[in-house]
């Protein structure tokens, strides 16, 4: 998607004041609710996880149920005031918003039982098959439109998760996971998006898959899509690429460790650096041993916290490319216009709660700034699905997209092990002590 930046008078005078931008309102959000969870308010976050239908009860419990209705309360509060700023119709909002959080609720119990989590199924997929099945039976209704407001949840929620990306944790990985995280993150996500480019995929969607094959799957895909100002029907595609393709490799690894012979560590190494979520790292590590499992979070971590820098790095090369070779260069003001504010308060948050804050109270409410970042992120899947049909993400492309990602993916498989061996295998290095 090109962008033009030369803007007429007339529209800079509709342009609404920089307090009353979607962009902005997301980061007050965020920013205020990581202060209310600071100083005063720390709510009991609802539980998903269940096992069978008997233990579904527990879910559906009421002190559960009220948990997740005095969340979703604040959720609420919070983005009926932000509509109000941005002038939109609160009354039809307010039910509206109601109608997604349960939505979102309802994704998070169905990713929240135990095989489906083993299998590495998130709460996204989940929200964006609810929002789809809903847009392709019934329609959405009126009075659910207003309330579909994508860009708002995912910016408010990469606010959150800014205060989660912890630099301890890169410095706690070691030179070895740094070195390690560092590589794969820069090799593989020029290697994604050459790949995107030589199969004529679009930039703004070889962006996205590149960032999402090479640091951490769907959290870099938002970021990605985020700092880009993307389509989210090319991050639901993304996202559903993701998910889809972490299945079968989350049974291919722990079997080709076994397989192949490959050292405890190395193989925590390349399953840390390749599987996209900390979670289906932890369980394909737990297959191997301990200290596979352990060696592959290290890995984890350093590429979890490149996502900043990642956000941060795309936010200022998209805004600063040009649009054509006829095309103005943007002004200082036209960057700054342009470039999406929400990664300042990504990074900001990632920084105090790094560098300024107590690292046991950091500790201590990391658990709560993870839900509440989950149900932004599950409010934005359930509106791509309210706003996109089926037909456009099979169609995407004629499946080049699908060709580039397993392509990259398949890359990032070789490449990590090749490094894993390198680093964590005595070949360059003692081996490391990690128990």
């Known amino acids: 998607m090109r962008h033009d930046f030369r803007v007429s008078t007339s529209q800079r005078q509709e342009t609404p004041a920089w307090w009353r931008t979607e962009d902005w309102l997301a980061v007050f959000t965020g920013i205020l609710m990581l202060v209310a969870v600071l100083v005063f308010w720390r709510p009991v976050m609802p539980a998903f996880k269940w096992t069978t239908t008997a233990s579904l009860g527990t879910v559906f419990s009421s002190s559960n149920t009220f948990a997740t209705f005095a969340v979703g309360g604040v959720f609420l509060a919070l983005s009926t005031v932000a509509m109000g700023f941005m002038r939109s119709n609160v009354g039809r909002f307010v039910p509206g918003f109601v109608g997604v959080f349960v939505l979102a609720w ?143 490799m989350m049974v291919f690894m722990p079997w080709a460790v076994k397989a192949w012979h490959i050292p405890e560590l190395v193989a925590g190494a390349w399953m840390g650096g390749t599987l996209d979520t900390s979670g289906s790292v932890v369980a394909a590590g737990q297959q191997i041993s301990e200290a596979a499992m352990k060696t592959g979070v290290i890995v984890k971590f350093s590429q979890n916290v490149l996502i ?72 934005a899947f359930v509106s791509i699905g309210l706003e996109t049909h089926f037909g456009d993400l099979i169609r995407m492309d004629q499946g080049r997209p699908a060709m580039a990602f397993t392509g990259a993916q398949a890359f990032n498989v070789v490449w990590t092990l090749l490094l894993a061996w390198l680093l964590f295998g005595g070949v360059l290095f003692a081996v490391p002590v990690i128990r």
């Not at 649009?323 to 920084?351: D, Q, Y």
């Open 308 to 379: 900043g820098v990642a956000a941060f790095v795309l936010s200022l090369w998209w805004t600063m490319r040009s649009s054509g070779a006829n095309a103005e260069k943007p002004t200082a003001r036209v960057i700054w216009e342009r470039f999406p504010k929400f990664v300042l308060g990504f990074m900001g948050a990632s920084l105090v709660f790094s560098f300024v804050l107590d690292p046991a109270l950091v500790k201590t409410i990391k658990p709560t700034l993870n839900g509440l970042r989950n149900f932004w992120f599950a409010l």
């Open 106 to 248: 309802v994704a998070q119990i169905m990713a929240g039982q135990t095989t489906i989590q083993a299998w590495g199924l998130e709460y996204v997929i989940f929200g964006l098959i609810l929002g789809l099945l809903i847009n392709h039976t019934v329609g959405v209704p009126d009075w659910l439109r207003e309330a579909v407001r994508t860009e708002y949840y995912i910016k408010s929620g990469l606010v959150i998760l800014g205060a989660t990306i912890l630099f301890q944790e890169l410095l706690q990985a070691g030179a070895l996971g740094l070195a390690q995280g560092a590589m794969v993150v820069s090799v593989v996500w020029y290697a994604a998006y050459w790949l995107s480019r030589k199969l004529r995929v679009d930039e703004e969607l070889g962006v996205m898959m590149a960032t999402a094959v090479s640091i951490c799957g769907v959290s870099a895909a938002i970021a990605a899509c985020g700092a880009i100002q993307g389509d989210r029907k090319k991050l639901s595609y993304v996202t559903s690429l993701v998910l889809i393709v972490a299945v079968p």
